[in-house]
């Protein structure tokens, strides 16, 4: 079980010949680089190509009319994958990419909640590519976050929940966020105030509620993740959430909730009345 919280006062670049210590080329930047074309005499005597890009193009037509004609439904986590990747990595067969995707994360979800750096560890996908992965991650996110503005935030529970996980569940270390409401209690900001390790990040409750002042925020939801996967508070997160409490009430200052974010679920400690 994770400590919580802790109260303180491109691509894969299968060109095995370019020569030692050049540097990585963007595989959409090669592929955008036609060889030249041979010559009349040359093309009427050459035979048909064999392989090559022919035997995935038909399938990427194929796969692009599912889509068109019957939605996301019609496609399978890999193949909505696998679509998005025809864009990012144009003249590859990238069905084994995207199956190698998901077989290390688990999840689409997973995937693009993945740090660069272990993205690139998938073969088939370098710098470039996890790049605009980690883009379109932040593209939903910032969805997601919009959706929260000028609204009720605790008559959008669910909302502020993907929102949350979307954001943290995936983190590799633990992160304390902490949304702040005015009167109305819609959203003013989203600020994450502390990173730390695994199983440990510092909170100052002074620090919380001189931002929430600085903010004119009269509420606040506390939110930390649990790279553990469980999402299970622990006593640190409880105390932690009390003295933040304690400190805000005499300012007028109220705390909705503390959520724990884990890869598969949450806990409230409303909810469980730990609060």
Request: aromatic letters at 6%.
């Amino acid at each position: 079980m994770a400590k919580g919280p802790v109260l303180t006062s491109d691509d894969e670049l299968p060109f095995d010949d370019l020569p030692v210590g050049e540097p990585d080329i963007d595989e959409r930047l090669f592929f955008a680089e036609q060889p030249a074309k041979p010559s009349m005499a040359k093309a009427a005597s050459a035979p048909p190509a064999l392989g090559g890009e022919q035997h995935y193009h038909g399938h990427r037509e194929r796969l692009r009319n599912r889509f068109r004609e019957n939605g996301d439904g019609a496609l399978a986590d890999y193949e909505i994958l696998e679509l998005l990747l025809f864009r990012l990595i144009p003249r590859r067969d990238t069905k084994p990419i995207a199956k190698a995707l998901l077989d290390r994360f688990g999840t689409l979800a997973a995937v693009f909640g993945a740090p660069a750096g272990l993205l690139q560890e998938v073969k088939g996908i370098g710098e470039t590519v996890a790049l605009d992965l980690k883009l379109i991650a932040a593209v939903a996110q910032r969805t997601q976050k919009s959706e929260l503005r000028n609204k009720q935030v605790l008559g959008s529970w669910s909302s502020v929940i993907q929102y949350c996980h979307a954001a943290m569940a995936h983190e590799t270390r633990e992160q304390f966020r902490i949304l702040f409401l005015d009167k109305r209690n819609a959203l003013i900001a989203d600020e994450v105030q502390g990173r730390g390790t695994v199983d440990h990040t510092p909170v100052y409750p002074r620090e919380v509620v001189k931002r929430a002042l600085e903010l004119s925020a009269t509420a606040l939801i506390l939110v930390h993740n649990h790279p553990s996967g469980d999402p299970t508070p622990s006593r640190a997160d409880i105390d932690m959430t009390k003295m933040i409490i304690d400190t805000a009430k005499p300012l007028g200052i109220t705390v909705h909730d503390h959520i724990i974010i884990g890869k598969d679920g949450h806990a409230s400690l409303k909810g469980l009345r730990l609060i």
